[in-house]
Structures are given as structure tokens and as C-alpha cells.
């Protein structure tokens, strides 16, 4: 296609809009996430000699063509919703403006980054709704889908809310919070459960957590006592146990009431173990006395819903709007822009998706994130987008913040782009720019 | 637990085998894929200077122990199931011996990468199993969870026999046949629908495909036969239409209508958006007349099954067989082999999970895949991983094979692993080794 489009000198202006075409059956609200990376991919974007050559060797594209391939440069602008912000189905959470074949080549990469990220931000964000201020770390990266996806799933579950991880790259790129934790096989190596538990806090005397499933809970509940006594003289405590099988609702109350008896009051549960978001709510619903929840494949795989039907979509090309009107598929045209309104105190209470140039009252949900290539400044840190989720996540409806029940939000397409929606309904007509 | 390890001298040899504990509802068989980049991640792991100064920097480890961490190499041993063979729940598909740390560090990493190309693998087979000879190519990076999953996502589809994929990067890495696709917003750059189709042509007189879905399918087919009649006089065909939504069974017997009666009889039918193996299957049994399947999302997040439950557990440490016992989570101890038993024509009859010192009669599928470090020259290509995956769905009992319906097959734990459990039914013992 950009063969074509360069041969053709098909170079014109484009907007593309990414949107989610409908939320799926588990969410009620989506996260935005992966902007960062998207952005950093846009600046770096560049094919090397040994990808043009390679290109050049299987023998389906002209010279003139890998030479402006050599010479590519992503000098588009980019409006986005920032990350961790509350958003819904049919919004634009990102807009590219750039020449045809700068805004076509990048879609396959922008989708992959936008939607995974979202995907994870908007799972994590329901274990945060349901865990409250209990400590949530991801376990998820043996089982995300490879490396990439292991490490930016850690980044997402932090931006959403979540505590930390235990995927320590994740902690080397972005400064997230890291958890170490302890695997069965260390015990089982040291063949006598109490022995690894002793080795371990001689190597951790601060912070550390011992896991006491591997044989028996209880029993493993009840060697932490004992070893506790015997640390106490010293100064030394134990931080925590991990349950990571079995009945933990019913487990968690016996082993707090063995550490308690035993005098461990300040050592905490942790547990672990196929956890998602609705295993977290009827925990803490239920009372169970557990402080702390590793919470891993089920975030880092989005097991209930791996996907969302997400879309980049042209919306305009040299300054006429654009629509697909595929069955099941059709787009909504236009430059767009998010307006949201809120209750007295705050609360979300509708969205309007409106075109850019509508006169708007409400909030702005758009915000430019690149010009010209180039990052904007006001692009938000890592740290500044985890803070505005956790707002977000305050303001959300009632309706919306359970993780069994289904809510609905409202989100209206405006007057202005059904309209222009109507004008082009079968073939795309010139659109006159205000 | 590494420091721990190093500090207390805990090196010994250590046995790790990677199983997966039950099949998902929805998956008969699986198919092994990954070794390749477990064994290339093993091969080539190192902690460069920045990791060890990053580490340095975070103040939780001992000067010794990032000593050691800057000279680790994996030195150990790997046995596997080759690539593309059909393996099932409770079997081994990949043994490490090694010393523990070594052994250990690996584990999440190598999970990640056995684990995510086997959920793919065996996804792809069902499609692999409903589309028969007709093409199927690989349409699903962005939706993929990171670009390391798209990439590998096109290898284990291929792997378990599609065609190709539409992942150039795909293509580069691993030789997988690449195929073009024109996007709807091609058709909306061009205004009209014919010209983009005639601009298309133009550029790839040959093996074009063009999507004929944007505004009306049955129109775009119709343009499709007056274009062709237009250019037959100077050589040119159409090599195949795309229809991406709607009722693709219903729309494909009309298209297929038009097209004959406009003398395109040689034109092929191309179909995706949404795919799965479930939809393949019945239009193939419905007698649609599809040539070939684009399937994207459903395949490279296996979105029905997004995950195995799957672990990596230590069965031995030097020289003592070891068992966990955790709740639902319980291991079969010791090292063991897979001995297939196939019915006389060469199908799937029976697989036994034997120790690797029993006396077997039947085929043994773990093999040598590294020794002391290094890779076996006997690892399979992926030419070769490919055609093992074609004769062993080949080979599937037929209560197996369908897309839809559930079918079980036997796997028998030998009695010498269920003595050897008993033997260490709480703790474990020391085994005599034969």
C-alpha cells in the first residue's frame, strides 16, 4: 500500500482514529494506557540498512520506494487521551494527523501498543475497585505472552493501581515498586520446611514473606510460630506468610488465628494462587483476613477478556471526511474530540463525542501528545498518569465500580457528526473546514 | 532466592520439568512449540554491565553475590518434545538439569516462551484442522500482546501449519511466506472504490487481493468483474477478492455467483474479520466456496483459551526426588520420559508417563535439546518442526481431530511414579538412582 500511495504521490493529510467499537461483556469503563510507548515509537521510528536491504532482497519493491523508506521519518501530530484516564467504547483515544503514508505505516504497531496496554489497565483497574487499600503485586510474566507483554503488563497494573510487581525489568525500566517472593522449590530443596524458612530470613531479615503451602498450610502456618519465638530475642520478625492454594478464604482466617495466638499480630497474609478481581472482591466482601493479594495470570493474559475490538479508522484525507461503511463496521466521520461532563462533586456522568471544531463546555478529554514528530511536554510521567487513574477510578459512577455487576454509561455522538455522518453516506464528499 | 542460594553453597544438580497441568475445555491435544527461543534464551543469557550496576544501584544485594550474577552462564542440560509434536496434559514437554541457581534463575523466562508459542501452536492446529488445503494466513499482530507476541505468534501458526502471515517482521526472522493486504482506508483514499481497485493493480499486476467490503460487497463485486473484463485483453487477472464482514457464508456463494458469471471464474475468495477454527469449520462443511482464511485476533491471543495452567516444578535436587503438595497443585516426583504408543497404521493410541530409567517399548518423545550449555545439533528446524506437526495431526484419533466436540485421550502415570510419590508422600527421601 505505500508503494502505491508514494508512486501515486498519494501524500495528502491524513487523520486515523483509534477507538474501541463496543466494550466487552466484563467491563463497565476502560483504562487508557500504552500512549508513552506509542510515542516513543512514533520518534524512533526508522528502517535500518539491513532491514532495507533485507526488504531489497525479496524482490517486491521498486528502488525508489526503499529509498524513501531509508529517508522515513514519523512527522506527524498526535492528540490523545492521557493516560489513566476513564474512557468508553466509540471515544477516539488517539488521533494521528500525518501524511497518508506516515499515518498508514505506523497502524499495525500503534494498535498493538494502545490496545494491550488498555486492555491490561482496564483489568487491573477492577482488582484495584475490589481490593481497596490492600497491597495488590503482579505474579503475571511467566504466563503474559512473551517478554514484551510481561513487562508492560507490569507497567499498566501499576499505572491502573496496583502495588508493584515481581517482574524486576519492569521495575529497571520504569521504577516500579519490585516484590521478590519465594517459590515452592526453595523449600523443597532444603528438604525440611522449617530449615528454608530459617535460611531465608537469615538471608531477608527485613520484608521478607514465607510461603507455607508446599506441604501442609496449617502446619506451615504453625512453624512460623514456632520460628518466630525463637527470632523475637533477636529483634528479628516475620513480615508475612503467602497461602498460594487450596480454600484461602477458609485458610487465611485459620492461619491468622494461629499467627495471632502465637504472638505474630504483625505478621501479615499474603495470597496467591489463579486470584482475579472477583476472587479479590469476595475475599474482602466476605472479611477474610488477608492484606495483601498477588494477583498474576489472570491480570497479565486478561483471561476473561485477552482482547477488545478496537479499530484505526481514516476519518478524513485531504481535507474530506471519510467513512467505512462495512456491515457491522461502519465509522462515525470527522475529526473528534471527547467532552465530558460531571457531577457537582465530581462524579462522571456523561460523555458527548463531538467533532473538533464544536463548540465544547465541558472537559476536554483529547490533549496533544506529539507535534510534528516531536513529543509534547505536557505529556504526562508515569507516576502523574497512576495518580490520575486513581482519581479517575474515585470518580467513577456506582454503577460502574462492581466487578460482577454490569453498568452502563452514557456516550453520545453528537448532532455535528451524525450529520456529517449522514452527507457521506455512500461515497465521501468534500467536507468544508471552519 | 538465588543470593540465598549462592551464600549457603546450594548448588547441586536440580531436575525442573515444564508440564502442563489439564487441558482447557476447549483444546484436545496441544502442540509443542518454543524450544527454539527457550533454547537461543538460554544459550545467550548474561547479566551485562549495566543489569549488574542497575542491581548494584537498587541496594539489596551483596557484592558477591552480583559477582556471581556477572559471570553466570546456563551450563545445564535440556531435554524436550520436539517442536510441533502433539503432547497432552501431565506429560513433561521440556526437563532442565542443572545446577539450582542455574535451573532456577531460568524459570520465568523460560515459561514464558514455552508456554505462549504452545497456546498459539495448538489454537492454530484446530483452524490448521478446519480449513483442510485451503490457506489460512496469519492477520493478527495488532491485536497481539506486544510485538514479541505477534512475531512468535506468526511462527507457531506456521509452525502448525498456515500458510503464511501478514507479519513482514515475521517473514524476516524466520523465512515464513509474507502476504500483502490492502486496507479499507486504501479504498477510502482513492474516493472511488474502482480507481483504488485499478491503482492496486497497477502496482501488483500479480497476486493481488482486493477488498471489496468498504461500502457494499455485492457492488464491490460487481466492480471487481467490470474491471476484469477491462484488463483480460492486456494479461492482467484478479487473483483473489477479500470479503472482511458481514454474512461471509451468504455473501461468498453470491460473490462466487458474480464472479463466474462475469468470467472470473479463477478469481479465489478470500475471507476474515473475526475469524475462528469454529467459523472455518462450518463454512468448509457448509460448502462455502472460500479459498482461503485471514485469522487475527482469535489466533494470536487464542483468545477462547488465552492460557495453559502450566508449571515448572522441581521433581529432584541432588540426587532426592522432591514432590509439592499444595492443594490441587500436587507433582509427580522424579525424571521422567513420554512413551507413545501408536495403533498400527501409525495413529495416537496411548501415551505413558514413565521415569526416564523404566524400560520402554514404545516411542520416546523427550530428546536431548542442550548438553552442558549447548544446543543439540539435532534441534529440528522449523522446515522440520512444521512437517512433524502435519504427519502428527495427521495421526490424531478422529475423536480428536473435530473443532467443536470434546474428545479425551489416555495418558497413564506408570506405576513406578506412583510408587515413587508414595515413597515421599509427605517428605521427601532419598532415591536410590539405578
Request: with cysteine; glycine share 8%.
Amino acid at each position: 500500500m505505500l508503494q502505491a500511495y508514494y508512486a501515486r504521490g498519494m501524500e495528502e493529510p491524513a487523520v486515523f482514529e483509534f477507538f474501541v467499537r463496543r466494550l466487552p461483556a466484563k467491563r463497565n469503563f476502560l483504562v487508557a494506557a500504552g500512549l508513552e510507548q506509542t510515542v516513543e515509537f512514533l520518534e524512533n521510528l526508522r528502517f535500518d540498512e539491513t532491514a532495507i536491504a533485507w526488504l531489497a532482497s525479496i524482490g517486491r519493491f521498486e528502488p525508489a520506494f526503499l529509498d524513501r523508506l531509508a529517508r522515513f521519518r514519523f512527522n506527524g501530530d498526535v492528540e490523545a487521551v492521557p493516560e489513566g484516564t476513564v474512557c468508553f467504547a466509540n471515544e477516539p483515544l488517539l488521533r494521528v494527523t500525518a501524511s497518508l503514508p506516515e499515518a498508514q505505516l505506523v497502524e499495525s504497531r500503534l494498535i498493538n501498543l494502545v490496545h494491550f496496554q488498555t486492555v491490561i489497565a482496564s483489568k487491573a483497574a477492577r482488582s484495584v475497585l475490589a481490593a481497596g487499600p490492600r497491597m495488590l503485586v503482579d505474579f503475571g510474566f511467566r504466563r503474559a505472552h512473551g517478554a514484551e507483554a510481561g513487562v508492560l503488563a507490569a507497567r499498566a497494573a501499576y499505572l491502573a493501581g496496583f502495588t508493584g510487581t515481581a517482574t524486576v525489568e519492569a521495575g529497571r525500566r520504569f521504577g516500579i515498586p519490585v516484590y521478590g517472593t519465594m517459590a515452592h522449590s526453595f523449600v523443597q530443596t532444603h528438604f525440611d520446611e522449617t530449615a528454608a524458612f530459617r535460611h531465608f530470613i537469615e538471608c531477608f531479615p527485613e520484608n521478607n514473606t514465607l510461603l507455607i503451602d508446599t506441604y501442609d498450610t496449617l502446619e506451615g502456618a504453625r512453624k512460623v510460630v514456632a520460628l518466630a519465638q525463637g527470632l523475637r530475642p533477636a529483634g528479628i520478625r516475620i513480615g508475612a506468610v503467602r497461602i498460594d492454594s487450596g480454600d484461602v478464604d477458609e485458610l487465611s482466617r485459620v492461619v491468622r488465628r494461629i499467627l495471632d495466638e502465637g504472638g505474630c499480630r504483625d505478621t501479615k497474609i499474603f495470597v496467591s494462587g489463579s486470584l482475579d478481581e472477583t476472587i479479590v472482591a469476595s475475599l474482602v466482601e466476605g472479611g477474610a483476613p488477608v492484606d495483601g493479594f498477588g494477583v498474576g495470570t489472570n491480570l497479565d493474559a486478561s483471561v476473561d477478556e485477552p482482547v477488545l475490538d478496537c479499530a484505526y479508522k481514516l476519518q478524513e484525507y485531504a481535507g474530506r471526511a471519510t467513512r467505512k461503511l462495512s456491515t457491522g463496521k461502519e465509522t462515525w466521520p470527522g475529526r473528534k474530540q471527547i467532552e465530558r461532563h460531571r457531577d457537582r462533586d465530581g462524579r462522571l456522568r456523561r460523555d458527548d463525542v463531538v467533532l473538533e471544531d464544536d463548540r465544547i463546555h465541558g472537559e476536554r478529554l483529547l490533549a496533544p501528545a506529539m507535534r510534528a514528530g516531536r513529543r509534547s511536554s505536557s505529556l504526562p510521567t508515569l507516576a502523574e498518569a497512576r495518580e490520575r487513574a486513581q482519581r479517575e477510578l474515585a470518580a467513577l459512577p456506582v454503577a460502574l465500580r462492581s466487578v460482577t455487576g454490569q453498568g452502563q454509561y452514557e456516550v453520545r455522538i453528537s448532532p455535528s457528526i451524525r450529520e456529517l455522518a449522514e452527507s457521506i453516506a455512500v461515497q465521501p464528499v468534500e467536507r468544508s473546514r471552519s
